[in-house]
């Protein structure tokens, strides 16, 4: 009987023991205390898988904003007529054609632009201004009309009639007839933040695509000739093309073009730069536009 009462006591005590983490410490038995979540060894939360697996919240995307464009103020209206005069300081024929384009020039309406050829150079002038891709500009021009024959001063009016360039009444009539051709088309310039033009191009009912040509030129020049044909004379020529290149095509689909400058269009200091829009290659003029170069900076 007494055995049994002590073993019922000592059972008792054993539960006090345990039940009272403070008093199991004080008995020698040691409670390991706790100090957070249990994890798996990986490091795992049970029932959340390993923490590489836990994706983090990205922080929202933002697209970045478009450049900020400046319109460039066009120096013509929306359909100029292009008058493109070749001409020469080694030909005796071109100063009156120079002078009568320089009052050209102060027509709104119109684009007068000068290429300088370089086939008169044999005669005892070197023109600073000529070029060879000036000269093959106006032969791609007669052979598109089907002709082989070439001179200076002649003057090719928006892309289609060949006249010369010193016979006002000619000129002036081709003025007119060229306001009655096929339609033109407006262009929309403007410049980005690092110099760079962007070209808006409209939508355009093109029986062919078009060439793009990106024109530089001063607004005028003169030149002391010291020999050949025009010896001794002051010649002035006015929206003096430095430049020429083929910068695409358009196939009348409405569309934005950014234009860059390259060094060597850069280096010529120009005045002035145009957008000619020829169709096919060297056909009718279809869009044109002309901006003062000192815009881009």
């Known amino acids: 009987m007494n055995r049994r009462l002590t073993l019922c006591a000592l059972m008792a005590l054993c539960c006090l023991l345990l039940s009272d983490p403070a008093a199991a410490q004080n008995s020698g038995t040691l409670v390991q205390p706790f100090s957070g979540p249990v994890t798996s060894p990986d490091g795992a939360l049970p029932g959340f898988g390993s923490p590489s697996a836990l994706t983090p919240v990205q922080p929202p995307q933002i697209a970045p904003s478009a450049p900020i464009l400046t319109p460039l103020a066009i120096e013509t209206p929306p359909a100029p007529v292009v008058v493109e005069l070749f001409t020469s300081e080694g030909c005796s024929s071109c100063p009156t054609a120079n002078d009568y ?22 005669i005892g002038w070197t023109d600073r201004f000529g070029d060879p891709a000036f000269a093959a500009r106006q032969r791609a021009y007669a052979a598109a009309r089907g002709k082989t024959m070439i001179y200076t001063p002649q003057m090719v009016i ?22 009655r051709r096929h339609a033109m088309y407006a262009l929309s310039l403007a410049k980005g933040p690092g ?17 793009l040509w990106l024109v530089t030129y001063v607004y005028e020049d003169a030149t002391d000739i010291t020999g050949g044909e025009n010896r001794g004379q002051h010649m002035i020529t006015t929206n003096v093309v430095r430049s020429l290149r083929k910068i695409g095509l358009w196939d009348g689909t409405p569309d934005d073009r950014i234009i860059r400058l390259n060094d060597a269009e850069i280096a010529a200091k120009p005045d002035a730069c145009a957008i000619i829009a020829n169709e096919a290659e060297f056909g009718p003029v279809v869009a044109a536009a002309a901006w003062d170069f000192k815009d881009l900076w």
């Open 158 to 179: 928006a892309g289609a009639i060949e006249v010369v360039g010193s016979d006002r009444k000619q000129v002036e009539k081709a003025l007119k007839a060229a306001d």
């Open 195 to 211: 110099g760079d033009i962007h070209l808006a191009l409209p939508r355009a009912d093109l029986s062919v695509p078009a060439s």
């Open 101 to 122: 384009q320089r009052e050209l020039a102060q027509r709104r309406d119109l684009l007068p632009l000068s290429f300088h050829v370089d086939y008169w150079d044999y």
